[in-house]
Nanobody, 119 residues
Framework: QVPLTQSGGGSVQAGKSLTLYCAVPGRIFDVVAAGWFRQVPGKQREMVAHITTDGLTSYDDSVKGRFTISKNSAGTSVYLQMDSLKPEDTAVYYC?????????????WGQGSPVTVIS
């Protein structure tokens, strides 16, 4: 088991920013990629941001230019900076360890962080 502990999220007005945090008990993100997924009721969980062990990033078109995924130098935390938030960004966001760049999730998930964007 790899525990991923999330923090951050909450409710915010459209156009504002939020940051999500994901911590692991070791330098896991030095050896596997990380991703942030989101899910709304009735829909599948989808990946919105991905970062490789080398720090290369990729984004879903819906968040490109507004969201930034990063990690710390120790490989123990991954972040999702969300700017210019829109009501359609409202979802539960999940951190995932070792997803593929195509969006196939790895085995381990964070507990989820609800994000609500109010118009």
């Amino acid at each position: 088991q790899v525990p991923l502990t999330q923090s951050g999220g909450g409710s915010v007005q459209a156009g504002k920013s939020l940051t999500l945090y994901c911590a692991v008990p070791g330098r896991i993100f030095d050896v596997v990629a990380a991703g942030w997924f989101r899910q709304v009721p009735g829909k599948q969980r989808e990946m919105v941001a991905h970062i490789t062990t080398d720090g290369l990033t990729s984004y879903d078109d819906s968040v490109k230019g507004r969201f930034t995924i990063s990690k710390n130098s120790a490989g123990t935390s991954v972040y999702l900076q969300m700017d210019s938030l829109k009501p359609e960004d409202t979802a539960v966001y999940y951190c995932n360890a070792d997803p593929t760049s195509a969006g196939v999730p790895g085995r381990y998930w964070g507990q989820g962080s609800p994000v609500t964007v109010i118009s």
